[in-house]
T-cell receptor
Framework: KNQVEQSPQSLIILEGKNCTLQ??????????LRWYKQDTGRGPVSLTI?????NTKSNGRYTATLDADTKQSSLHITASQLSDSASYIC????????????FGTGTRLTIIP | DTEVTQTPKHLVMGMTNKKSLKCEQH?????MYWYKQKAKKPPELMFV???????INESVPSRFSPECPNSSLLNLHLHALQPEDSALYLC???????????FGQGTRLTVV
């Protein structure tokens, strides 16, 4: 059964600090992994997409890593800003008959001044 | 243009009403999706269209009826909904199934 688990469920950090969000997935066959940012009541916005052969990808202050052997991914946010407050969702895409998006339940990040 | 546009942004409807949600993209994407999202939950897939043909229906009740008039448009027709159908309805598109998906801002639906 396809599953994506994220931790922590919620996180509160001070503005300017760094943080790392974790994602474990059991999606097989696996094709790619995505991180989305979702503000409350809005649609998700793509941050990164990585195939199984990629280890790291950056998008501004966001850096995602992927270890396809351990089926783990992380999203590191550097120098957090108040506008980073949102839910961050890890999503895995399968392959070869398993072509569907499996969503994690997200990490709710709150940045406080 | 990397936008997926959904209208309306908010919709309140009675259980006997008929309404439609609309989704539009001009990125030349050939896969389009409808998702339903309840508060504090991840999006749940409802339908997938690939090359304007329905390829996945995740056992969605018939009171939800999708339609893909052309490669840029995706509609979701609503009829005889229940209060528990109240949710954020998200449309997404991707070049093909498996490539990066772009989401619209959603329609907040309230059934009274």
């Amino acid at each position: 059964k396809n599953q994506v688990e994220q931790s922590p469920q919620s996180l509160i950090i001070l503005e300017g600090k760094n943080c790392t969000l974790q994602c474990n997935y059991t999606v097989s066959p696996f094709s790619n992994l995505r991180w989305y940012k979702q503000d409350t009541g809005r649609g998700p916005v793509s941050l990164t997409i990585m195939t199984f052969s990629e280890n790291t990808k950056s998008n501004g202050r966001y850096t995602a890593t992927l270890d396809a052997d351990t089926k783990q991914s992380s999203l590191h946010i550097t120098a957090s800003q108040l506008s980073d407050s949102a839910s961050y969702i890890c999503v895995a895409w399968g392959n070869f008959g398993n072509e569907k998006l499996t969503f994690g339940t997200g990490t709710r990040l709150t940045i406080i001044p | 243009d990397t936008e997926v546009t959904q209208t309306p942004k908010h919709l309140v409807m009675g259980m006997t009403n008929k309404k439609s949600l609309k989704c539009e993209q001009h990125m030349g994407h050939r896969a389009m999706y409808w998702y339903k999202q309840k508060a504090k939950k991840p999006p749940e897939l409802m339908f997938v269209y690939s090359y304007e043909k329905l390829s996945i229906n995740e056992s969605v009740p018939s009171r939800f009826s999708p339609e893909c008039p052309n490669s840029s448009l995706l509609n979701l027709h609503l009829h005889a909904l229940q209060p528990e159908d109240s949710a954020l309805y998200l449309c997404a598109s991707s070049q093909n199934r498996g490539t990066e998906a772009f989401f619209g801002q959603g329609t907040r639906l309230t059934v009274v």
